[in-house]
């Protein structure tokens, strides 16, 4: 997966020590407090850890140098995918356990108990990503209310093509970390690569949620539905109406609100809502200078503050507010 020699994110490190407690102490702020146990000879650690925090996913590198027994419970608020890139780990849930390493990879839930058995030799590469986060990318992708949590299959393949644009992209995010120009280094590049991993991990990795994420491709939308498309795209700051997109595209509002249903799955202005939602989310993600909830709703054409506020948190699982304090 990386060059031999090679410690991924190795310009953001967290932890290098020998001393099992610092180790425990360290990594347990970073990921969770765990039970710690030597399995082998061992009284002391070898430790490495580096993270790359981007909003809310990091990806971090860790090995502990030990044959251990590490206990943490379940995770919680977040999700987990382990890589080992070094060596191999067994991993016991409830109801199966794991041995991970090579193409094979595991993603542990945030309620579901889980133990991991390290080796002295493991090296592994994971993601951390918050159940929130998750969850609201999810409705974002899918424009449906989540009904039960998102969860995943526990084993990831890394031979397939969905695991190896896993593993690309997580390449490309350790070359990224080293460059001073990256995308690493700004906001919005940030939640770019956030939402990426994210969106890689809803499409590609099998689970409750797969069916509605990928949904079956439908035949190419009819030349007045693109039309209408592109006439919303080029007035997103007016305040359009029905007939005059209808006009625009040349058919009746009827034959309109038919074609977006079927082939949108929204009617005409229920999806130009949308895109205007989405402009308004980028803005307020951005943190343009200056920008408040009452700004950047008026800037997109909603008006009425409560109801932008409604139709925000309808779509993207948070409110506006929340959305601008996090950037």
Not at 3 to 21: C, I, K, M, N, Y
Not at 290 to 305: Q, R
């Amino acid at each position: 997966m990386f060059p031999q020699g090679h410690l991924p994110f190795e310009s953001r490190p967290v932890l290098a020590t020998r001393d099992p407690g610092e180790a425990r102490e360290l990594i347990g702020r970073q990921l969770k407090s765990h039970a710690l146990r030597f399995t082998g000879g061992q009284r002391e650690v070898d430790s490495r850890m580096n993270q790359i925090a981007l909003g809310d996913v990091s990806i971090f590198y860790l090995r502990y140098g030990a044959d251990v027994l590490i206990d943490p419970g379940p995770f919680g608020t977040f999700y987990i995918v382990h890589i080992n890139i070094g060596g191999a780990c067994d991993i016991a849930f409830e109801d199966r356990a794991l041995s991970v390493g090579g193409s094979r990879a595991a993603i542990c839930l945030p309620d579901r108990p889980a133990r991991f058995r390290w080796r002295e030799d493991s090296e592994v590469l994971g993601i951390k990503i918050a159940k929130t986060a998750l969850e609201n990318h999810y409705q974002e992708l899918t424009g449906l209310p989540l009904q039960r949590q998102i969860d995943f299959d526990a084993e990831l393949d890394l031979s397939t093509p969905a695991g190896q644009r896993l593993v690309s992209l997580l390449r490309y995010i350790d070359a990224d970390a080293l460059s001073p120009a990256g995308l690493c280094t700004t906001p919005a590049g940030i939640g770019q690569l956030s939402r990426l991993v994210m969106t890689t991990l809803l499409i590609g990795q099998s689970g409750s949620h797969h069916a509605l994420v990928n949904p079956p491709v439908s035949p190419a939308a009819p030349h007045y539905v693109r039309r209408a498309e592109a006439y919303m795209h080029a007035n997103l700051q007016r305040a359009l109406t029905l007939d005059e997109i209808a006009a625009h595209a040349g058919v009746s509002g009827r034959s309109l609100t038919n074609g977006f249903r079927d082939f949108r799955g929204a009617s005409p202005m229920a999806y130009f809502s949308n895109l205007r939602l989405e402009r308004a989310r980028d803005d307020l993600m951005q943190r343009a200078s200056g920008a408040t909830v009452t700004s950047v709703a008026n800037h997109w054409g909603f008006h009425h503050l409560s109801s932008f506020a409604s139709l925000y948190r309808r779509r993207f699982g948070a409110s506006p507010a929340e959305t601008l304090r996090r950037g």
